[in-house]
């Protein structure tokens, strides 16, 4: 079993859908939570950023954590096109352990006009 | 300000043959990172660099691979009498300090034949 999984879809959706991405892990030690952004043939940008459980809301983006079950999501509201990209988890472990993040495989998301 | 780089942004090599990636990070980043993605896969960490410190190689897949970072700055990661499965693009990403967010670069494209 993968440390972390995520179903690498992909996932279409039409505009203006809620989108819902998720990821499973099993290493209960995880306190950091990370959802990036990746566009074809670019790097991977910073969406969110959570500690602990929670969540965590910034603009059409919400984050949730709930490390009682080792899942996380990442909601979408409201989609656009311009959010077609792959979207790829990561998780890593509290100060004094290794800051390099463990990463899902990333889940494509297709939003058609 | 400008961001991370890596050249080339392409390489096509041989199988058998030698190549070197750079990465230039964002200037007065103490951390910085190199990872391989596969074809719908997630990253996976290769090496970390940190000041002076020695690197964390815990994730280079083999001998013939190695990397180095001079000072705070420019990084190359070699790979030796390279495979086809070394075909992958391989990002580099810096922070500020560990625990920070990690900035990616655009990645170099390895296409080994």
């Known amino acids: 079993q993968k440390e972390v999984e995520q179903d690498p879809g992909p996932l279409s959706v039409p505009e203006g859908a809620i989108v819902s991405l998720n990821c499973t892990y099993s290493n209960s030690a995880f306190q950091y939570f990370m959802w990036y952004r990746q566009y074809s043939r670019k790097g991977p940008e910073l969406l969110m950023y959570t500690y602990s459980s929670g969540n965590k809301e910034d603009g059409r983006f919400t984050a949730q954590v709930d490390k009682s079950s080792k899942y996380i999501s990442l909601f979408i509201r409201d989609s656009q096109p311009s959010d077609s990209a792959t979207y790829l988890c990561?998780?890593?472990?509290?100060?004094?352990?290794?800051?390099?993040?463990?990463f899902g495989r990333g889940t494509s998301l297709i939003v058609h006009p | 300000g400008a961001g991370v780089s890596q050249s080339p942004s392409n390489k096509v090599t041989e199988k058998g043959k030698d190549v070197e990636l750079r990465c230039d990070p964002i200037?007065?980043?103490?951390?910085l990172y190199w990872y391989r993605q596969r074809l719908g896969q997630g990253l996976e960490f290769l090496i970390y660099f940190q000041g002076n410190s020695a690197p964390d190689k815990s994730g280079l897949p083999s001998d013939r691979f190695s990397a180095e970072r001079t000072g705070e700055s420019v990084s190359t990661l070699t790979i030796q009498r390279t495979q086809q499965e070394d075909s992958a693009v391989y990002l580099c990403?810096?922070?500020?300090?560990?625990?920070?967010?990690?900035?990616f670069g655009p990645g170099t494209r390895l296409t080994v034949l």
């Open positions: 990561a998780m890593s472990l509290p100060s004094g352990g290794s800051y390099i993040p463990t």
């Open positions: 200037s007065g980043h103490t951390a």
């Open positions: 990403a810096s922070s500020l300090n560990p625990a920070d967010t990690q900035y």
